[in-house]
Nanobody, 124 residues
Framework: QVQLVESGGGSVQAGGSLRLSCAAS????????MGWFRQAPGKERERVAV????????YYDDSVKGRFTISQDNAKNTLYLQMNSLKPEDTAMYYC?????????????????WGQGTQVTVSS
């Protein structure tokens, strides 16, 4: 059974940094793509960053470009999100997600596996 477990969230002041981790387990194949999504109170869940694991291609939402970096450590089966220059509007629950088969990883419904989330709070 595939499991994704996020960690690394917390409270930080604006301008600070956090690194989120997503430990993946329960499968022997490689995921086609993995990503980070977030959901702020009262808002819909939105994509933050995606990595296509084979090619290493990465995509970012415009709101985080230049500040966030998605990466993977295949040996550890772990996905990361380095978040720098955090802003109050980055406050949200952050979720790790994965898709095992080829296809797009843009919208929620296109990813099959989800973690429980880790809270990020940025104060001004």
């Amino acid at each position: 059974q595939v499991q994704l477990v996020e960690s690394g969230g917390g409270s930080v002041q604006a301008g600070g940094s956090l690194r989120l981790s997503c430990a993946a387990s329960g499968y022997t194949y490689s995921m086609y793509c993995m990503g980070w999504f977030r959901q702020a109170p009262g808002k819909e869940r939105e994509r933050v960053a995606v990595i296509y694991t084979g090619a290493g291609s990465t995509y970012y939402d415009d709101s985080v470009k230049g500040r966030f970096t998605i990466s993977q450590d295949n040996a550890k089966n772990t996905l990361y999100l380095q978040m720098n220059s955090l802003k109050p509007e980055d406050t949200a629950m952050y979720y790790c997600a994965a898709r095992p088969t080829s296809g797009l990883c843009i919208f929620e419904y296109q990813l099959n596996y989800w973690g429980q989330g880790t809270q990020v709070t940025v104060s001004s």
